[in-house]
Protein backbone atom coordinates (compact mmCIF):
# COMPACT_ATOMS: atom_id res chain seq x y z
CA UNK A 1 0.00 0.00 0.00
CA UNK A 2 0.89 3.41 -0.77
CA UNK A 3 -0.23 7.22 0.23
CA UNK A 4 1.09 9.42 -1.61
CA UNK A 5 0.31 13.34 -0.61
CA UNK A 6 0.53 16.50 -3.54
CA UNK A 7 1.75 19.66 -2.63
CA UNK A 8 3.09 23.03 -4.21
CA UNK A 9 0.27 24.12 -6.12
CA UNK A 10 -1.44 27.25 -6.57
CA UNK A 11 -2.21 30.35 -9.00
CA UNK A 12 0.51 31.87 -10.83
CA UNK A 13 0.68 34.14 -13.73
CA UNK A 14 1.01 32.70 -17.29
CA UNK A 15 4.93 32.45 -17.88
CA UNK A 16 5.74 31.82 -14.75
CA UNK A 17 6.92 28.40 -12.68
CA UNK A 18 5.67 26.33 -10.13
CA UNK A 19 6.98 23.17 -8.45
CA UNK A 20 4.86 20.31 -6.62
CA UNK A 21 5.78 17.97 -5.00
CA UNK A 22 4.82 14.05 -4.11
CA UNK A 23 5.53 12.92 -0.60
CA UNK A 24 4.97 8.67 -0.86
CA UNK A 25 4.90 6.34 2.15
CA UNK A 26 6.60 3.21 2.32
CA UNK A 27 9.70 1.47 2.50
CA UNK A 28 9.94 0.52 -1.18
CA UNK A 29 9.59 3.54 -3.39
CA UNK A 30 12.65 2.61 -5.91
CA UNK A 31 10.08 0.27 -6.88
CA UNK A 32 7.68 2.18 -8.48
CA UNK A 33 7.12 3.82 -11.22
CA UNK A 34 5.20 7.31 -10.74
CA UNK A 35 3.47 9.64 -12.68
CA UNK A 36 1.79 13.42 -12.77
CA UNK A 37 -1.21 13.69 -14.59
CA UNK A 38 -3.92 16.57 -14.61
CA UNK A 39 -7.74 17.20 -14.64
CA UNK A 40 -9.09 20.46 -15.75
CA UNK A 41 -12.76 21.11 -15.30
CA UNK A 42 -14.95 19.67 -17.64
CA UNK A 43 -12.48 17.76 -19.14
CA UNK A 44 -10.80 14.18 -17.97
CA UNK A 45 -8.11 13.27 -16.45
CA UNK A 46 -5.16 13.52 -18.66
CA UNK A 47 -1.19 12.35 -18.26
CA UNK A 48 1.33 14.97 -17.86
CA UNK A 49 4.57 12.48 -17.16
CA UNK A 50 5.69 9.87 -15.47
CA UNK A 51 9.56 8.82 -14.03
CA UNK A 52 10.68 5.09 -14.09
CA UNK A 53 11.96 4.00 -9.83
CA UNK A 54 16.05 4.24 -10.89
CA UNK A 55 16.81 6.97 -13.59
CA UNK A 56 20.06 6.88 -15.30
CA UNK A 57 21.89 8.93 -18.01
CA UNK A 58 18.90 11.10 -18.36
CA UNK A 59 16.49 8.16 -19.22
CA UNK A 60 13.97 6.66 -17.96
CA UNK A 61 11.35 9.74 -18.67
CA UNK A 62 8.14 10.27 -20.62
CA UNK A 63 6.08 13.31 -21.26
CA UNK A 64 3.05 14.43 -23.00
CA UNK A 65 3.33 16.28 -26.12
CA UNK A 66 1.41 18.86 -24.25
CA UNK A 67 4.22 19.84 -21.68
CA UNK A 68 7.08 18.34 -23.14
CA UNK A 69 10.41 21.29 -22.66
CA UNK A 70 8.24 23.42 -20.19
CA UNK A 71 7.75 20.24 -17.39
CA UNK A 72 10.55 18.25 -15.54
CA UNK A 73 9.87 15.20 -13.78
CA UNK A 74 11.99 14.29 -10.84
CA UNK A 75 12.34 11.83 -7.87
CA UNK A 76 14.65 11.68 -4.83
CA UNK A 77 14.54 8.03 -3.52
CA UNK A 78 16.17 9.21 -0.34
CA UNK A 79 13.32 11.20 0.40
CA UNK A 80 10.54 9.09 -1.02
CA UNK A 81 9.42 12.29 -3.30
CA UNK A 82 8.54 12.74 -6.99
CA UNK A 83 8.73 16.43 -8.17
CA UNK A 84 7.31 18.09 -11.14
CA UNK A 85 8.80 21.67 -11.93
CA UNK A 86 6.40 23.68 -14.18
CA UNK A 87 8.03 26.50 -16.31
CA UNK A 88 6.87 29.16 -19.46
CA UNK A 89 3.13 28.12 -17.44
CA UNK A 90 0.45 28.99 -19.63
CA UNK A 91 -3.60 29.06 -19.25
CA UNK A 92 -4.09 26.05 -20.41
CA UNK A 93 -2.31 24.44 -17.81
CA UNK A 94 -4.94 25.21 -15.13
CA UNK A 95 -6.08 21.88 -13.76
CA UNK A 96 -6.16 19.39 -10.84
CA UNK A 97 -3.03 17.92 -11.03
CA UNK A 98 -2.15 14.08 -8.89
CA UNK A 99 0.37 11.98 -8.19
CA UNK A 100 0.13 8.21 -9.23
CA UNK A 101 2.18 5.19 -8.75
CA UNK A 102 2.42 1.34 -9.82
CA UNK A 103 4.75 -1.07 -8.32
CA UNK A 104 6.18 -1.98 -12.20
CA UNK A 105 9.37 -1.44 -14.03
CA UNK A 106 8.04 -0.44 -17.19
CA UNK A 107 7.16 3.33 -18.16
CA UNK A 108 3.85 3.84 -18.82
CA UNK A 109 0.98 5.96 -18.87
CA UNK A 110 -1.76 3.99 -17.85
CA UNK A 111 -2.82 1.19 -15.37
CA UNK A 112 -1.53 3.26 -11.88
CA UNK A 113 -2.85 1.58 -8.75
CA UNK A 114 -2.57 4.56 -6.27
CA UNK A 115 -3.78 8.66 -6.36
CA UNK A 116 -2.86 11.25 -4.29
CA UNK A 117 -5.84 13.60 -3.60
CA UNK A 118 -4.19 16.38 -6.15
CA UNK A 119 -3.16 20.04 -5.75
CA UNK A 120 -5.06 23.12 -7.84
CA UNK A 121 -3.22 24.56 -10.10
CA UNK A 122 -4.46 27.94 -11.80
CA UNK A 123 -2.16 29.87 -14.27
CA UNK A 124 -3.80 33.86 -14.88
CA UNK A 125 -3.69 35.34 -18.76
Known amino acids: QVQLVESGGGLVQAGGSLRLSCAAS????????MGWFRQAPGKEREFVAS???????????LYADSVKGRFTISRDNAKNTVYLEMSSLKPEDTAVYYC???????????????WGQGTQVTVSS
Open 51 to 61: ITGVVWSGRGT
Open 100 to 114: AAKNAIVISTTGYDY
Open 26 to 33: GRTFSNYV
